[in-house]
């Protein structure tokens, strides 16, 4: 099929909640995607933060093919030694005893929230209310939306689901007046994302683990986007020196195909008994073999090091730009945002058609997060084109 007929097609049959960019891709490499025509598209989004180790990596494409030609799934009524080693590979580098494997993001949250409320039904009286904070962003379910307190995400969403408290990001006061007695849980990302990346302030976090102590409520960190490497850390919660009680995982984790985490500490492994939550594709083998792929390569202290250094630099690269337009730079690792007053969606497109993908987020945010392997040449590359567009 040739790009005009992909993009017919697309309008006539699929269903109508994106936005296309004009461009049909046609196949990827490295930190590098290529259209139809053949031009060549720097990757600055990753997918949304999903192909943390590029396009077409070998490795990930090995493995995955090795686990399909012996089964691509099975169901979790049965054993599998993909899953299993995943799960044991995440359990050695992180707070958790315990993984509960699923599909997306939006899935990992609904499940920690739905074991937060029966948490709270056995050991607090039936404690069921859950604090997130504002312009967070949690997924599209039911359950995550409401959790998302971002009141455009709401508009068609009433009634939204009840026991869903919002407090004020960056607010220990704010956050300590919606505690009472039926307060089960918090949920919060450790950098919001989608929100235009923010970060928490020095002690915020760690604020919340004592209030969380002092109140008996469990602390849940979505670390959907913000886990697993793209802080330069192992996982976010090292980056704040915060322990968690329970933390999602997902997009980066599977490689590029659908599948998520939720890490549970000790306190916590016996809660969810036979029955309590199921899935049919979580923790699908493919998916496992390539999320194998995935943490073998980012979990390592030296690739950590790099994408804390890449981080910086693109950070100190652009402040020597000195460019009116951008108000404020801000993120950490390859999770970069850059405020513009406005005109961000232009710069996206103008950046797409010199060759660059990047994105927007939040308002009016430029969201920078390339492939967390991306080579120091091609971060270059990218700034260049993105200096030029903003100019
Ligand atoms: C922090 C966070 N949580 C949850 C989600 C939802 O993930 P998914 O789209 O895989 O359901 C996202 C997606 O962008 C996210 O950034």
């Not at 915020?204 to 109140?215: S, T, V």
């Amino acid at each position: 099929m040739d790009a005009k007929q992909v993009k017919e097609l697309d309008k006539e049959y699929i269903g109508n909640t994106y936005k296309r960019y004009d461009v049909v891709f046609d196949r990827g490499m490295g930190s590098y995607l290529y259209d139809k025509d053949g031009k060549k598209y720097l990757d600055f989004f990753s997918g949304i933060a999903v192909n943390a180790l590029g396009h077409n990596n070998k490795a990930i494409v090995e493995a995955i093919t090795k686990q399909a030609k012996k089964f691509i799934h099975l169901s979790n009524h049965f054993y599998s030694d993909a899953q299993v080693e995943l799960a044991k590979m995440i359990v050695d580098h992180s707070f958790g005893t315990k993984v509960f494997f699923v599909n997306t993001g939006s899935e990992a949250n609904e499940v920690a929230m739905k074991l937060a409320r029966k948490w709270g039904l056995l050991n607090k009286n039936g404690a069921n209310k859950i604090i997130t904070f504002y312009n967070s962003f949690h997924g599209r379910t039911l359950a995550a939306l409401s959790a998302t307190a971002q009141v455009k995400f709401h508009k068609y969403l009433n009634p939204v689901s009840p026991g869903f408290i919002y407090a004020k990001f960056n607010d220990l006061k704010d956050v300590e007046s919606k505690i009472d007695k039926n307060t089960a849980a918090m949920l919060i990302e450790p950098v919001q994302a989608e929100g235009g990346i923010f970060t928490p302030n020095p002690g915020f976090l760690k604020g919340l683990r004592e209030l969380c102590d002092k109140n008996r409520i469990l602390l849940i960190f979505d670390e959907v986007q913000s886990g697993l490497g793209r802080l330069g850390r192992k996982f976010g919660y090292e980056e704040y020196g915060v322990k968690p009680d329970m933390m999602t995982l997902a997009k980066s984790i599977g490689g590029g195909i659908p599948l998520s985490a939720v890490v549970l500490d000790k306190k916590l492994e016996e809660v969810y008994t036979y029955g309590d939550h199921g899935t049919t594709m979580g923790g699908n083998p493919v998916a496992c073999a390539a999320g194998l792929v995935v943490l073998k390569t980012v979990l390592k202290p030296k690739f950590l090091h790099e994408v804390r250094e890449k981080g910086d630099y693109i950070i100190a690269q652009v402040k020597k730009w000195k460019n009116p337009r951008i108000l404020e730079i801000r993120g950490t690792g390859l999770l970069i945002g850059l405020q513009l007053e406005k005109g961000a969606a232009e710069v996206v497109t103008a950046a797409l058609k010199a060759g660059l993908i990047i994105n927007v987020t939040g308002t009016e945010t430029i969201r920078i997060e390339p492939p967390l392997n991306i080579k120091k040449a091609d971060i270059d590359k990218g700034l260049a084109i993105l200096k030029k567009v903003l100019a």
